[in-house]
């Protein structure tokens, strides 16, 4: 069970990592105004929610990275140390995304709902989550791969394993 929570806790900062490119070109594009991560946690330091504050750059990574990695970990625990198809970690991501954008942040008031943020805001992080969720399945599964024993790697989509010695049919080794 730790096993699992490590190596989904580590899958999630590596999937954060993949996932913040696509933020960054998106705010790059001009289609994000400012990052969700530090508007949260603009909201979350005192004073004016809604004004700039020195280090929420910064602090909205680390906010990022940390809630990445707690999701992986999660993602880590349910995988069971199993292969997952990494159609189901898009669809975990995008459940995150839309627990949060459609829930808890415009509840709090730190950014409109989905269908109410500007137009490219939701684009760019739908697309945002759809990556992170496969990055987390593909870090897993590679993670897991190495583990034999009650992995699932006898199930759909497993490597075949191929003995060390073997070669290509018609060629015997010197």
């Not at 096993?3 to 594009?29: D, F, K, Q």
């Not at 997952?84 to 898009?90: N, Q, R």
């Not at 669809?91 to 709902?113: C, E, F, Q, T």
């Not at 496969?134 to 024993?149: F, I, K, S």
Request: include cysteine.
């Amino acid at each position: 069970m730790m096993r699992n929570l490590v190596r989904g806790a580590a899958g999630g900062v590596l999937a954060t990592a993949v996932m913040s490119v696509v933020m960054v070109a998106g705010e790059r594009a001009g289609l994000m105004g400012d990052q969700p991560p530090e508007r949260i946690v603009r909201a979350a330091l005192p004073g004016h929610r809604h004004r700039p504050k020195p280090g929420e750059g910064v602090l909205g990574a680390i906010a990022h990275f940390g809630f990445g990695a707690t999701a992986g970990a999660l993602y880590g625990l349910l995988s069971r140390g199993r292969r997952v198809a990494p159609p189901l970690g898009v669809v975990y991501a995008l459940g995150i995304w839309v627990g949060s954008y459609a829930g808890w942040v415009p509840r709090l008031g730190i950014l409109p709902s989905i269908p109410r943020d500007r137009p490219g805001r939701p684009l760019v992080m739908g697309t945002a989550h759809v990556v992170y969720g496969a990055a987390l399945a593909l870090a897993l599964n590679r993670m897991n791969g190495g583990d034999r024993a009650g992995c699932g790697d006898d199930g759909p989509g497993a490597s075949p394993q191929v003995p060390v010695s073997a070669g290509p049919p018609g060629l015997s080794r010197v």
